[in-house]
């Protein structure tokens, strides 16, 4: 499931490239889990805007902001630990800044482990650091949406896989294209699936070029990360991207070609 809102402004696909060059930089290698949320945008504002900690700040008890996440690009995003950190006087060694505004940053951690790096708060103001987790997993797992009217906290809903096939097999195409789009994106829930097959095609007789892009977008990121491996489910996407006229489509159907070409 998706943890990207809807940004304004996009900002440029994240390239096998700039991942090199990141960790060429740090001298690391970069959460699967990181990747792949970048994979489907690179950096931008989240659904969410806080997460869960066990420890107090200024922001409030038990919780940090937290709406937005670093990209990978040259000089910016991550790139730009380094000036960030001298401009605002940050000493700690072997970290990743992936979020912040100065005041504060989220960043990861590689001082105990360069395999898995921890999730660290670092309160620029206070000049405190703070453990909020394990790694980036389980920070996902940690991110919830602030109620404004009276401040209670509310998680994310997970769908259940039933909900996920009900949405597919509705007779709402909103409701249809919601469902291909979480289904593509649960790597729990088989994809070998006649319902999943029937529901995209449907998506793309009936549903708007928006909703096509985003299922199209999601099979691209997911078949990148081999999380979808299904070879029907794969030659049902290209076929039906191959009926589209659009630029768009051409070029996600060529992004998807090129990928798997690679994998052979």
């Not at 940090?64 to 605002?88: H, M, N, Q, R, V």
């Not at 996902?140 to 949405?167: K, S, V, Y």
């Not at 649960?186 to 995209?200: C, G, I, N, T």
């Amino acid at each position: 499931m998706s943890i990207w809102g809807k940004d304004s402004d996009k900002p440029n696909r994240l390239t096998q490239k700039n991942i090199e060059l990141a960790e060429k930089t740090f001298g690391i290698t970069l959460p699967k889990s990181y990747l792949k949320v970048l994979k489907e945008q690179n950096g931008g504002y989240l659904k969410t805007d806080a997460v869960h900690v066990d420890f107090n700040n200024d922001d409030g008890e038990g919780f940090i902001l937290f709406d937005s996440l670093y990209g990978i690009e040259p000089d910016e995003g991550i790139l730009a630990t380094e000036y960030l950190k001298e401009e605002w006087g940050i000493t700690k060694d072997n970290i990743i800044l992936i979020a912040g505004d100065g005041h504060s940053f989220t960043a990861l951690d590689y001082e105990m482990n360069l395999a898995s790096p921890e999730v660290i708060y670092i309160d620029t103001e206070r000049g405190e650091v703070h453990k909020i987790c394990d790694d980036f997993d389980s920070l996902m797992d940690l991110m919830f949406t602030m109620e404004d009217d009276d401040e209670e906290h509310d998680e994310i809903h997970i769908p259940t896989h039933e909900e996920i096939r009900a949405w597919a097999s509705s007779t709402n195409i909103n409701e249809v294209a919601n469902g291909v789009y979480t289904w593509i994106q649960d790597f729990s829930m088989v994809k070998e699936d006649q319902l999943l097959y029937k529901a995209f095609v449907k998506v793309f007789d009936e549903g708007t070029e928006h909703q096509k892009i985003t299922i199209v977008n999601a099979m691209r990121m997911e078949i990148e990360n081999d999380t979808i491996t299904s070879q029907t489910l794969i030659d049902l996407c290209l076929t039906l991207l191959r009926k589209e006229t659009d630029l768009d489509f051409k070029i996600y159907k060529e992004m998807i070609e090129e990928n798997l070409a690679d994998k052979k």
